[in-house]
């Protein structure tokens, strides 16, 4: 990223950049091991194996790519150890430096080898990248691409539902074999892989497996009973990712499952128009558990299980599936302009079933923005 997205603290990190959204963030390139990133008086450097330093160069040109095989001989040479915490100290030595802040997930076996070497390792215990939060244009395009990713995805389950069979005991059949969990959850990821994304856990969830909202779902699927489609990949070339969710029932939902469904509609409409800047999140849920409780839902733990609206009603969404803001009862703060945020209620009975809507809101001063395209049809 731009020095301008980043903030004025001398920074360092060591982590790879596929599993880390801060080192993918700060680099913009995917990179399978750990390695040392520093930001030192609005410079950012980062230090690459032979293997990588070409490769560095040219996708991440805003950063002064470094040898670790220089470094490593470098210290050979002193009679030094070679590996990553004398390198770091070298680096701050060259740069007239002797603290630096690291994010709270910075390795503590690394950071207690620095304090030995005289350097200051101070965590950030907050957002490491605060500017994460919102999004630039060319994110929101990402993301976007992302959740038709996503919508894909949820157009070919929804028509493999639709070209099932209903069978004994209201089980469905695709293609002459049970339709289950499982299989339309294969069917869902090929469809996203075959878009250049990754789909991981994706929520294929039938009757009362829907009322545990993150059950992945398993066994056999049944006509007129809902069935929970969750779906959240990431895009392999950016590293961004989408979040959509839909209920649908294949044949006739009762009215007790319409009701419910036409409830959550009904409360997501509400927390969506909600989503603009300077919007205090906690309110937000606050507006869809009173739309629930006036309806008749109530939220609690009945014969020894939460039932009802029990989880929050969004989070933000870019390089981490669940990154802040948080949308929900405990939650502080405000919207700002540029977040990308879920809204996705819940009601959950087992005697019923569950259902979860969720769209993708784009913050801005006024009306909210919806990345998400794809239809919200109960009967399939």
């Not at 801060?22 to 230090?47: C, S, T």
């Not at 319409?258 to 009904?266: A, D, G, I, P």
């Not at 739309?291 to 933000?316: D, L, S, V």
């Not at 949308?327 to 700002?336: E, M, Q």
């Amino acid at each position: 990223m731009a020095p301008s997205k980043l903030n004025s603290k001398n920074l360092l990190m060591v982590a790879d950049s596929e599993h880390d959204a801060n080192m993918l963030y700060a680099v913009g390139m995917f990179v399978p091991d750990p390695f040392i990133y520093l930001r030192i008086h609005g410079r950012e450097f980062i230090v690459m194996s032979d293997l990588e330093i070409d490769r560095a160069k040219k996708q991440a040109p805003h950063c002064r790519v470094l040898s670790l095989g220089e470094y490593y001989q470098n210290l050979r040479n002193q009679g030094r150890t070679s590996n990553f915490a004398e390198v770091i100290r070298l680096l701050l030595r060259e740069k007239k430096v002797g603290a630096v802040s690291v994010p709270s997930s910075f390795p503590f076996g690394l950071a207690t080898q620095l304090s030995d070497l005289g350097i200051k390792v101070k965590p950030e215990l907050g957002s490491f990248f605060p500017a994460r939060e919102q999004k630039t244009s060319a994110e929101v395009k990402k993301i976007s691409a992302t959740l038709m990713m996503a919508e894909v995805g949820m157009a070919e389950g929804i028509q493999a539902l639709k070209s099932s069979k209903v069978g004994k005991g209201n089980q469905l059949f695709y293609h002459n074999a049970p339709l289950t969990s499982e299989k339309l959850r294969s069917i869902i990821d090929t469809a996203i892989l075959q878009s250049s994304g990754l789909a991981a856990n994706t929520i294929v969830a039938g009757g009362k497996q829907g009322c545990d909202p993150h059950e992945r779902g398993y066994g056999p699927l049944r006509a007129h009973e809902p069935i929970i489609l969750d779906i959240f990949p990431r895009s392999q070339k950016t590293g961004y990712f989408g979040d959509i969710t839909r209920t649908v029932v294949k044949g006739r939902a009762s009215e007790a499952i319409r009701k419910l469904y036409n409830t959550v509609f009904q409360g997501q409409q509400v927390a969506f128009n909600l989503m603009r800047a300077e919007m205090p999140t906690a309110r937000i849920h606050q507006a869809v558990q009173e739309i629930f409780t006036r309806e008749g839902y109530k939220t609690g733990k009945i014969k020894g299980r939460m039932q009802g609206f029990f989880h929050g009603t969004g989070h933000g969404l870019g390089l981490e599936i669940h990154e802040s803001p948080r949308v929900g009862a405990t939650s502080t703060g405000v919207l700002k302009v540029g977040q990308v945020v879920t809204v996705e209620p819940g009601l959950y009975y087992p005697e019923i079933g569950g259902v979860r809507l969720e769209d993708v809101a784009l913050v801005t001063t006024s009306k909210p923005r919806n990345l998400t395209r794809f239809e919200k049809v109960l009967e399939v």
